[in-house]
């Protein structure tokens, strides 16, 4: 099972999907939209939110815990 597919599923029961880049170790959220994986670091302007593919979060993603309250 990919790590997007893990996502899918995990948005059927979760608030919140936090997430690790593995590349740089920054942290997040994320959630699907589309075909696609919504990634929100935080900034209040969110000036370092971005979209990626589902390919590319399964590569350069993981999940580090799902919040279900």
């Given at each position: 099972m990919t790590e997007y597919d893990k996502l899918v599923q995990a948005e059927k029961?979760?608030?919140t999907?936090?997430?690790i880049e593995i590349s740089t170790g920054k942290t997040g959220v994320?959630?699907?939209k589309d075909e696609n994986v919504e990634?929100?670091?935080g900034?209040?302007?969110?000036?370092?939110d971005k979209i990626?593919?589902?390919e590319e979060f399964s590569r350069d993603?993981?999940?580090t815990?799902?919040?279900?309250r």
């Open positions: 029961y979760a608030h999907i936090e997430i994320a959630n699907t990634l929100f670091y900034a209040d302007d969110g000036s370092d990626v593919t589902a993603f993981q999940i815990d799902i919040i279900t």
